[in-house]
């Protein structure tokens, strides 16, 4: 097996040139005014990190936290009763109920948008086909409704794989030594499908988070969120004046990046080899 | 007794009315799209007459069958590389003494766990620092990046559960250490492999976020192509409706495919 070794190590390099020198970069643009076009001298500063104080920028910080936390407090409402059904269902109903789940995953994300756009638009093509009319475009339950829509597969996956490799014997055990089926699924139920849990949050919450195109559409342009900001900082306004853009971009994505270290050690705790995340 | 029952029974009408719930917010846009796809109104304010002509636009209509070819030819070869480069990798570090295993294994998944949009910068990025001119070569460098840690991710699974002791046996045996890949251990991994590239093309297939920001302005695959006639307040034509059904027939199909053929197998062992 020694000599098979050798095949990871182009991976390590392939690695480092695509996560660590990025990252490094993403330093250097947050600290420096290094312009990423033009790379010439530059020096330290600090100011691209006043961007904080812009009051837009608190909204689009409190929108991600607010929109985040909401939709993942949702999917997990939904989603572990969901995957906790279907880990009790025989065997061949849930391979069929999984597969329909995985489905949806494969439709083009921007069409899904542009649909949710329609259901949620007053005397549209959705009043037609169902007869159906809601006027929530552009509310704060459009963006929540459509994100859970969005990610709650996310949240079902990780803690059905995990509940369907518990060993139900377990259950059997607990009650036989007395415990009543609350007690069961409290104390070891839910506490062995903790690492399911803990990545669908994460599954769920980060790309909540960052999402961009799903608030801007169903929010019609009025709520922005963190990536909102992000995008426009790299994508938008470099065209404009400033030029520093770019580096206030890198400062709102390394403040991404702690969240998503920290998320990530939460992962590295249950569940080393990442088993739960497909 | 009586009430345990009535207990277990109101459980599983909140599992199954949570279910429902759950099926309803994945397929509501679905069912959308679909008829979208055979409405003959081009602005699709309702539903006019049943047509297939975006079936056919799909395949004439310049518009969108240039970010339909560039989607699928990232999609296929992105999908081929990272499959056989991943499969390599996963062997290597699989091989490796568990600490070392283990750290590589972290280092796999930060593609995995970190948001999109900060994938797409970081090689946003560095391909700028390298001088790429952003369009078809660094769209598919991104896409096997993102691509290489599922595959890994798919087929880790599957070597654990190989004895170690087959690739030593078959070299003690006269395979060359080709063979033995080739003979032994490939074929024990190949549904752990085979699922890993369906993950890597679906991921591809759908991928706008990381194209997004690799792409530049001249290279467009369908999400960013719509991202971009969304953006200056246009319609696109319902051939992108078309297009997206016919993807979803070939996913059920695939799924189908799938199922029934391990149910054959199941049977026959």
């Known amino acids: 097996m020694k000599r098979l070794t050798r095949m990871q190590i182009p991976y390590r390099v392939w690695m480092f040139l695509f996560i660590v020198i990025p ?146 014997s377990l259950h059997e055990a607990s009650k036989d030594l007395g415990a009543t089926d609350f007690q069961t699924f409290v104390r070891v139920t839910f506490p062995l499908s903790s690492s399911g849990v803990i990545s669908g949050v994460i599954m769920t919450m980060l790309p909540a988070m960052t999402s961009f195109v799903l608030p801007a559409r169903l929010g019609l342009g009025t709520i922005s969120l963190i990536g909102n900001v992000i995008e426009s900082k790299f994508m938008k306004e470099v065209l404009g004046s400033s030029g520093m853009s770019i580096n206030e971009g890198a400062v709102l994505s390394l403040f991404i990046m702690v969240l998503s270290v920290a998320a990530f050690m939460m992962i590295t705790r249950v569940d080393k080899e990442g088993e739960t995340l497909i | 007794m009586k009430k345990r029952l009535w207990k277990t029974r109101a459980w599983k009408a909140l599992g199954i009315v949570l279910m429902s719930i759950t099926f309803l917010f994945l397929y509501t846009p679905i069912i959308v799209i679909l008829t979208l796809s055979v409405n003959s109104s081009k602005r699709a304010y309702s539903f006019e007459q049943f047509t297939l002509q975006w079936y056919v636009d799909v395949f004439r209509d310049p ?31 699989h ?35 390298l001088s790429f001119t952003l369009g078809f070569t660094t769209v598919l460098f991104a896409h096997i990046f993102f691509s290489i840690p599922y595959v890994i991710l798919n087929v880790m699974p599957r070597l654990k559960r190989l ?107």
Request: charged share 10%.
């Open chain 2, 63 to 93: 518009s969108i069958t240039g970010p339909i070819v560039n989607t699928i030819s990232i999609a296929i070869l992105s999908t081929i590389i990272s499959t056989i480069v991943g499969t390599l990798f996963a062997i290597g570090i």
């Open chain 2, 163 to 269: 004895d170690p002791n087959m690739y030593e046996a078959a070299l003690d045996l006269g395979c060359s250490r080709y063979e033995a890949m080739l003979k032994v251990i490939l074929p024990n991994i190949s549904t752990g492999i085979i699922a890993g590239g369906l993950m890597a093309f679906t991921m591809s297939i759908d991928d706008f976020v990381i194209t997004y920001f690799t792409s530049g302005n001249e290279y467009m695959n369908v999400s960013t192509w719509l991202y971009a006639v969304l953006g200056r307040g246009q319609s696109f034509t319902p051939a992108a409706y078309a297009y997206n059904a016919m993807i979803f027939a070939i996913t059920i199909a695939i799924i189908l495919f799938i199922n029934l053929k391990k149910e054959k197998k199941g049977k026959l062992a």
């Open chain 2, 95 to 129: 091989s490796l003494q568990k600490k070392s295993r283990i750290r590589m294994m972290i280092l796999n998944n930060v593609p995995v766990v970190n948001p999109d949009i900060v994938t797409g910068i970081s090689l946003m990025i560095i391909f700028s620092l």
């Open chain 1, 23 to 168: 990252t490094l970069i993403l330093f250097v643009l947050a600290l420096t005014n290094m312009n990423l076009y033009q790379i010439g001298a530059f020096d330290l500063t600090l100011d691209h990190f006043a961007i904080f104080s812009k009051n837009e920028i608190g909204i689009a910080f409190w929108n991600s936290f607010f929109y985040s936390s909401i939709t993942t407090l949702i999917c997990f409402l939904i989603g572990y009763p969901v995957a906790y059904y279907l880990s009790t269902l025989p065997n061949k109903t849930r391979k069929i109920l999984v597969s329909l789940m995985i489905v949806p995953l494969w439709s083009n994300m921007l069409l899904r948008i542009v649909a949710w756009e329609k259901v949620f638009t007053a005397d549209s093509y959705f009043t037609d086909l169902t007869g159906i009319s809601l006027n929530l475009i552009g509310t704060q339950t459009a963006v929540v409704i459509g994100l859970v829509a969005m990610y709650l597969p996310f949240m079902i996956f990780p803690i059905f794989s995990v509940l369907e490799k518990m060993d139900r």
